[in-house]
């Protein structure tokens, strides 16, 4: 599964992985032992594998700072300028990681815990001890060449999938995904066939099945067909679209117009 995340504004965060994570960030190979430092405002992409589980702690850096200031120390690896991967001790990590999920079971369980303030406090506290005592000896992970490849076209299929959504409305080319992302043809191959599994035209065409997907679950049978929005997205050939649909989401274009609003059918169920 692949998913991308950014980090709002006046918080770091710091996340832990379960120990049967296997997962890159960004390119970065992550999983148990250790941590992802991550910055205000940084796009982080998550590539996860089966059985992924991770823990973020999100944390105001000034509140980080403040603490340091008071205990005067001073390591710049508390608090991230962008995505940073730490190596820390593993037994560390796992404490963090496991009292992390309690604490969450804890907040989904009985949210009432901590709506009493002095709950709340204490487990700020608990949290910011914890965070100081396990990133004290972290160091940062050396970086192989081939991680630094594999980041390298993160980023170029970040680049070009921005602009694809951009201009989602417009004729798309590959040439323009690599004029955005300032690459070859051939990188650019590269990079998609390595992070999406899928050649830069495969998906191209997968987000304008996604677009003919998002209208007719939006709309009624009486209100549209599937010929007119196969149409509006540059589908041509309906028999090789309607394969493409069924290969893309396990069902007929046709399917998905009638099960949105089928007699009695919630309007929420097909989501």
């Known amino acids: 599964m692949r998913t991308r995340s950014v980090l709002r504004d006046g918080l770091a965060a710091f996340v832990t992985f379960g120990p049967r994570a296997a997962a890159t ?41 403040a603490h340091l200031a008071g205990r005067r120390r001073d390591d710049p690896c508390f608090i991230p300028q962008g995505v940073e991967l730490l190596q820390a001790g593993p037994a560390a990590v796992s404490r963090l990681h496991q009292w ?36 004290g000896p972290a160091a940062a992970v050396p970086f192989k060449s081939s991680h630094l490849t594999r980041r390298a076209h993160h980023r170029v299929v970040r680049i070009a999938e921005d602009y694809a959504l951009a201009h989602i409305g ?27 599994g899928m050649t830069p035209v495969a998906f191209l065409t997968r987000l ?37 649909y069924k290969r893309c989401f396990g069902e007929l274009p046709s399917d998905t117009l009638r099960r949105r609003h089928r007699l009695g059918e919630p309007l929420h169920s097909a989501t």
């Not at 907040?107 to 965070?131: G, N, Y």
């Not at 798309?172 to 004029?179: M, R, S």
């Not at 997907?213 to 679209?241: C, E, I, K, N, Y």
Request: glycine share 8%.
């Open 100 to 135: 992390g999920r309690r604490l969450a079971d804890t907040a989904a369980r009985r949210p009432e815990v901590f709506e009493v303030p002095q709950t709340k406090s204490a487990a700020q506290a608990e949290l910011l001890e914890m965070l100081l005592e396990v990133l």
């Open 25 to 65: 960030v960004n390119g970065m190979p992550v999983g148990p032992g250790r941590i992802l430092a991550g910055a205000a405002g940084i796009d982080a992409e998550f590539v996860v594998a089966a059985g992924y589980e991770s823990v973020s702690f999100l944390v105001p850096p000034d509140e980080i700072r």
């Open 170 to 196: 417009e004729r798309l080319h590959v040439t323009g995904l690599c004029e955005a992302a300032a690459v070859s043809e051939r990188t650019l191959q590269y990079a998609f066939k390595e992070v999406m």
């Open 208 to 244: 304008r099945l996604h677009r003919v997907r998002q209208a007719l679950r939006a709309a009624t049978p009486r209100s549209a067909t599937v010929t007119a929005q196969a149409m509006r997205w540059g589908f041509w050939h309906f028999g090789d679209f309607s394969r493409a």
